[in-house]
């Protein structure tokens, strides 16, 4: 079955400290990835998405994240890390190809707490 | 303007009782997602449906019940509400069905069964 891990339950970072999230993924077919954050209190929003092309996809507030395909990993960095970065962050993968039997389903990893301390 | 809403925002029911969440897009997506967050913020699709057409049915127990009137509204209807039920539910809509969509999430309802 498909399934999405992240490998970081809870981050704890002083301000300006370097940022990387760990996502592996188990499908061997063509996927697109996805970086979602929940700030507290708020909906989901995406920070970055791969499809095709560059593996290194850069999202918003200098997020970016590297798609490495032997691997099944796209980890999300940030060289330095903001107070206001404090949220859940969720690696998420969307499998198969597109046309009338794709449904558009994404699964989600378990999700990461990261708290930056001022 | 709100891009994708959920109603109510909380809801705290007694167990068998039978309760909705409304959710709408004002987007113009074709297709919409209901998802489960649970108390470890795991999120797990539930349905999904494409022009008012039920596409994804994951194994849900049949009290929970879509039902979606037009392509810019999904509702979620909850019969004979257990404890197990409680978690946050997020509404969600995407442009065309298709992995290679961003999907807009509403802001959750919390259900909490008493």
């Known amino acids: 079955a498909q399934s999405v891990s992240q490998h970081n339950h809870h981050v704890i970072l002083s301000e300006a400290a370097s940022l990387e999230l760990g996502c592996n993924y188990s499908y061997g077919g063509t996927v697109n990835l996805f970086w979602y954050v929940q700030y507290p209190g708020q909906h989901l929003q995406l920070l970055l998405k791969?499809?095709?092309?560059?593996?290194l996809v850069k999202g918003i507030k200098g997020f970016e994240a590297e798609f490495i395909k032997s691997k099944f990993s796209f980890n999300l960095r940030k060289p330095s890390v903001q107070w206001s970065d404090t949220a859940e962050y969720f690696c998420?993968?969307?499998?198969?190809?597109?046309?009338?039997?794709?449904?558009?389903?994404?699964?989600f990893g378990q999700g990461t707490t990261l708290q930056v301390k001022p | 303007d709100t891009a994708v809403s959920q109603t109510p925002k909380y809801l705290v029911t007694q167990m068998g009782n039978d309760k909705s969440i409304k959710c709408e897009q004002n987007?113009?997506?074709?297709?919409m997602y209901w998802y489960k967050q649970d108390s470890k913020k795991f999120l797990k699709i539930m349905f999904s449906y494409n022009n008012k057409e039920l596409i994804i049915n994951e194994t849900v127990p049949n009290r929970f019940s879509p039902k979606s009137p037009d392509k810019a509204h999904l509702n979620l209807h909850i019969n004979s509400l257990e404890l197990g039920d409680s978690a946050v539910y997020f509404c969600?809509?995407?442009?065309?069905?298709?992995?290679?969509?961003?999907?807009?999430f509403g802001p959750g309802t919390r259900l909490t069964v008493l």
């Open positions: 791969y499809f095709s092309g560059d593996p």
């Open positions: 987007l113009g997506h074709d297709t």
């Open positions: 998420a993968v969307g499998t198969g190809l597109y046309g009338s039997s794709n449904t558009g389903k994404l699964i």
């Open positions: 969600a809509s995407s442009q065309v069905r298709g992995i290679g969509n961003e999907q807009f």
